[in-house]
Structure formats: structure tokens, C-alpha cells
């Protein structure tokens, strides 16, 4: 079993930066990669980043140029920097720990984190 929990969310401002956490606690496994994922109201939820085994990164297209996913060497932290905030980025921002994480889809992931919320005001 793997434990994922985010931390660092909060409020920002359009333009402004936040740095996500995703702690992992439990068994490693060293073939899985973590991505992040955010829903907003009312939305589906959708691909952000992704990091996988051997450290490939993996952006959405709205991410791409503007945040940027890492480890640390345990693979026990994976961060996310957000730069360029736009209201639009405004959502619950999930962790997950899965396999073929260049998929970008939620439906390779089998362990999730709680989520932390992502407000940024215009």
C-alpha cells in the first residue's frame, strides 16, 4: 500500500507561483511514477504532470512552459512548481502513484492522494 499526501496549496494570485508536495509514504515501488491531476467545479478531472520511473516528464499542454514537475532520489517527494498562475489553473490538485504514466490519463494510477485546493484570483 502506498499513502500520498498533498501539501502547499492555497491562494495566489494571477501571475503568481505555488509549489505543490506530494509526500509518499508506505511500500515503494520502483516501476511506478506520479503524476498530478486537478478538477475543477463542475469539470472532469484532467492530466497535469507526470514523472515517471526513470525520470521522463510529462506535461499537459496548459502546463507546458509554465510549471514543472521533480523527485527527490528516495522517490518519497515529488513537487510541483506552478509559475505563471492564471485563474483558470483554480482546482483541487490530486497526486496519484501508478504505472505508464506517459498515457496522461487517470486510469493508470492506483493510489491517490487526498487533494489540496489551487485558488488563483484574477
Known amino acids: 500500500q502506498v499513502q500520498l499526501h498533498e501539501s502547499g496549496g492555497g491562494l495566489a494570485q494571477s501571475g503568481g507561483s505555488l509549489r505543490l508536495s506530494c509526500a509518499s509514504t508506505?511500500?515503494?515501488?520502483?516501476?511506478?511514477?506520479t503524476g498530478w491531476f486537478r478538477q475543477a467545479p463542475e469539470k472532469e478531472r484532467e492530466f497535469v504532470a507526470a514523472i515517471s520511473w526513470d525520470g521522463a516528464v510529462y506535461y499537459s499542454d496548459s502546463a507546458k512552459g509554465r510549471f514543472a514537475i521533480s523527485r527527490n532520489n528516495d522517490r518519497t517527494m515529488v513537487d510541483l512548481q506552478m509559475n505563471s498562475l492564471e485563474p483558470e489553473d483554480t482546482g483541487v490538485y490530486y497526486c496519484?502513484?501508478?504505472?505508464?504514466?506517459?498515457?496522461?490519463?487517470?486510469?493508470?494510477?492506483?493510489?491517490w492522494g487526498q487533494g489540496t485546493q489551487v485558488t488563483v484570483s484574477s
Open positions: 508506505g511500500r515503494t515501488y520502483n516501476s511506478y511514477g
Open positions: 496519484a502513484v501508478g504505472q505508464e504514466v506517459y498515457r496522461r490519463t487517470s486510469s493508470t494510477y492506483y493510489y
